[in-house]
């Protein structure tokens, strides 16, 4: 915290669940630790309340275990202090333990080295692919797939203006719920944008309404 001022801590949420089910006794712990896992990727309060309500009820024991030993904002994406993006896990921590488990075993200098080797075998293969993709593609694979599928979506979604100069747009979705964007702030009363930091299916067609009134800009670049 001290190197990374603007860095907060959250934990695990996959270690977290494995603690969260052994509080529980005659139930299905594999259910429970699914059942909370849901409960912290909630993107908004009221849907975490909702979810959190129905698990507490269900499994007394584990709220009680949460509600003793962790915080909420330490284990729910929507109470998280600071910038967690749609990263729950340690999964990357762990893969590269995994990379370096016989590394690990060696003296100082020679595991140094080989973590250098490592690193530095893995820039030179991305700078290679960066250098090989098209400068049109500012994504990366995975956010670029779903943007491909977010915008065919968004197409379909009723818009409405709020204000032209702060460029708020209310957008409705199939059901008749409305979701307010922001676009100078990059936020969505859904939380998507605003959490993971790349645009919801609501903010793609807020922009693709801004983008017809100003075909010059790029609201969300
Ligand atoms: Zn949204």
């Not at 250098?116 to 797939?145: A, C, D, G």
Request: with cysteine; glycine share 4%; net charge positive.
């Amino acid at each position: 915290m001290q190197v990374y001022p603007l860095a907060d801590h959250g934990y695990c949420i996959y270690h977290l669940s494995q603690n969260v089910k052994l509080s529980c006794k005659n139930v299905n712990r594999e259910l429970v630790a699914t059942k909370f896992m849901e409960c912290a990727k909630a993107y908004t309060e009221a849907e975490f309340k909702k979810l959190y309500a129905a698990f507490i009820k269900r499994y007394p024991a584990a709220g009680a275990y949460l509600d003793r030993t962790v915080g909420q904002n330490k284990w729910v994406r929507c109470y998280f202090l600071g910038a967690r993006y749609n990263i729950d896990t340690t999964n990357t921590v762990e893969s590269i333990n995994g990379v370096f488990r016989y590394v690990r075993a060696y003296a100082l200098l020679p595991m140094i080295d080989a973590m250098v080797t490592k690193l530095s075998e893995w820039f030179n293969k991305y700078r290679k692919i960066s250098l090989e993709t098209p400068r049109t593609q500012k994504l990366i694979p995975f956010v670029e797939n779903l943007m491909h599928i977010r915008c065919v979506e968004a197409t379909l979604l009723p818009v409405t203006e709020l204000n032209s100069y702060f460029l708020e747009y209310n957008v409705t979705v199939v059901g008749g719920s409305s979701y307010v964007v922001d676009l100078v702030e990059k936020t969505c009363s859904c939380k998507l944008f605003d959490i993971d930091k790349y645009p919801c299916v609501h903010a793609i067609a807020a922009a693709l309404e801004a983008g017809k009134k100003n075909r010059n800009s790029d609201p969300i670049a």
